[in-house]
Nanobody, 124 residues
Framework: QVQLVESGGGLVQAGGSLRLSCAAS????????MGWFRQAPGKEREFVAGVSWNGDSTYYADSVKGRFTASRDNSKKTANLQMNNLKPEDTARYYC?????????????????WGQGTQVTVSS
């Protein structure tokens, strides 16, 4: 069993940066693939980024490529999402998710564990 807790959200002006963190409990974190998703009011949950179990493989949605960087530190049981050059359309609740198969998926239904999310609001 893994529990995930996101932090680092907040209100930022367009062009600013935020760093989201996802703290995990449980002994198997280092074997899990991690994904970041976001959901804006009235919209479906959207894939943002994924990182493999060892951090060697990452993937980004086109909308955030070049602006967001996903990483992880297995020794600290944390995953991070560095978000730069934020835009108003990035406003959403951001979630981290863990998958037991060690890789990442863009389909949210593939993930086994989810955090409660952290709100990111970007003002214009």
């Amino acid at each position: 069993q893994v529990q995930l807790v996101e932090s680092g959200g907040g209100l930022v002006q367009a062009g600013g940066s935020l760093r989201l963190s996802c703290a995990a409990s449980g002994r198997s974190f280092s074997r899990y693939g991690m994904g970041w998703f976001r959901q804006a009011p009235g919209k479906e949950r959207e894939f943002v980024a994924g990182v493999s179990w060892n951090g060697d493989s990452t993937y980004y949605a086109d909308s955030v490529k070049g602006r967001f960087t996903a990483s992880r530190d297995n020794s600290k049981k944390t995953a991070n999402l560095q978000m730069n050059n934020l835009k108003p359309e990035d406003t959403a609740r951001y979630y981290c998710a863990a998958d037991k198969t060690s890789t990442w998926y863009s389909n949210p239904h593939e993930y086994d564990y989810w955090g409660q999310g952290t709100q990111v609001t970007v003002s214009s």
